[in-house]
């Protein structure tokens, strides 16, 4: 690992409160020090980085490239983490719609040099049609998995992961892995990243994941750790 990890946090310019959330909560908790970085679309593609093109379908994004929906500036991005890392050490990305409660000097702790990228292997199988801002709550393999990844950089695997990959590449591809055999996938404890509405109600999350809509969002004021949510947002967390 090197010295100061990365930690690439989603960023939508609908929503930015969750990644500033995401953000305090992280450092409020972390007890080493962090590279943290918005993964900001418009920044990436101004950089020649990304370049997938979309059209829009009322307020629903379509991709030109693979023709489906997606959901936020972050669908895609998410997956130029190593490339951004240089192709180095041990990163994490996480959605803009986490919050941390445990110390993510620990989920790195985790991370075993054999393994490509690890993650929480999900059963994610919501009932829900919409989630947040009305968007369409897709099925897809491995659904969850990628919205937090520990990846290892430097795995020889991760090489196959370019720029152009991420750019043209669908979405179900991504997003299940498809670069990676099973065995280079390792999994972590749900606990990190604990998926509100449908995770274990009794468990202890040491990250709560607001994946179907923040606590500023209509209907989901009063959802589990919404006050948590709220005291970071304030600055009095």
């Not at 054999?114 to 929480?120: G, I, K, L, Y």
Request: charge should be negative.
């Amino acid at each position: 690992m090197i010295d100061t990890p990365g930690v690439y946090i989603g960023f939508d310019r609908r929503e930015p409160e969750a990644s500033e959330v995401a953000r305090r909560s992280l450092l409020k908790t972390s007890s080493i020090a962090l590279d943290i970085h918005d993964l900001r679309e418009l920044d990436l593609r101004a950089r020649g980085i990304y370049d997938r093109p979309f059209r829009m379908e009322g307020a629903q994004r379509i991709d030109e490239r693979d023709g489906k929906p997606f959901s936020t500036d972050f669908s895609f991005t998410r997956f130029l983490v190593p490339a951004l890392q240089d192709y180095r050490g041990w990163a994490i990305y996480c959605d803009s719609d986490f919050l941390f409660r445990a110390d993510v000097k620990d989920l790195f702790a985790l991370a075993v040099e054999s393994f490509a990228v690890m993650c929480v292997k999900h059963d994610h199988r919501p009932k829900e049609t919409e989630k947040m801002d009305h968007q369409r709550q897709e099925h897809y393999r491995r659904k969850n998995w990628s919205s937090m990844i520990l990846y290892n950089c430097s795995h020889p695997a991760n090489a196959a992961l370019t720029p152009h990959m991420v750019n043209h590449s669908t979405g179900g591809f991504l997003h299940a892995f498809g670069w990676l055999s099973d065995e280079l996938i390792g999994g972590v404890p749900e606990t990190w990243n604990w998926l509100e509405g449908w995770s274990p109600p009794g468990m202890d999350p040491k990250v709560v994941h607001m994946t179907r809509g923040i606590p500023t969002m209509a209907g989901y004021e009063n959802i589990p750790y919404a006050d948590e949510w709220r005291a970071h947002l304030a600055g009095t967390a």
